[in-house]
């Protein structure tokens, strides 16, 4: 349902999972609260155009989650990138996520070595994920 969201490129969806406090580490931006979180969406995807995003499960313990991540896209000069990270979450008692630490690595990649081809929004339930992939 993450990754779900995520691909809608929609802020005002994705924050609804977040706690309205939520802190997160995303690069070398911090954003705390919802608002923060929103608005730092909007730029995100406003510079990361033709955004695709997998999602895996990596582990988990209690209320925390560990899971693994590659996405691709392009800026507006065209140069595609691949980005791969890892996200540790953090839940609270009503399952809202109260923390987000992300470690993020871009790969610019050629228009031709993409991989993530399907329409904007939801990754088909037939599109191999990330171990399938080899990524």
Avoid: C
Wanted: net charge neutral; glycine share 8%; aromatic share 16%.
């Amino acid at each position: 349902m993450a990754e779900d969201a995520w691909n809608s490129r929609d802020p005002a969806r994705v924050i609804q999972v977040y706690t309205e406090d939520t802190r997160w580490r995303n690069r070398a931006e911090f954003p705390v609260g919802r608002e923060q979180v929103r608005q730092f969406l909007e730029r995100k995807w406003a510079r990361e155009l033709d955004y695709r995003l997998i999602k895996e499960l990596w582990a988990f313990d209690g209320p925390r989650i560990a899971v693994r991540f590659a996405y691709e896209w392009h800026d507006d000069s065209g140069q595609w990138f691949r980005s791969y990270g890892n996200e540790n979450w953090e839940f609270n008692g009503q399952g809202l996520m109260q923390r987000r630490f992300a470690s993020i690595n871009d790969l610019p990649i050629a228009k031709g070595d993409r991989k993530f081809f399907w329409p904007s929004g939801r990754r088909p339930d037939d599109h191999p994920g990330l171990g399938a992939m080899g990524l």
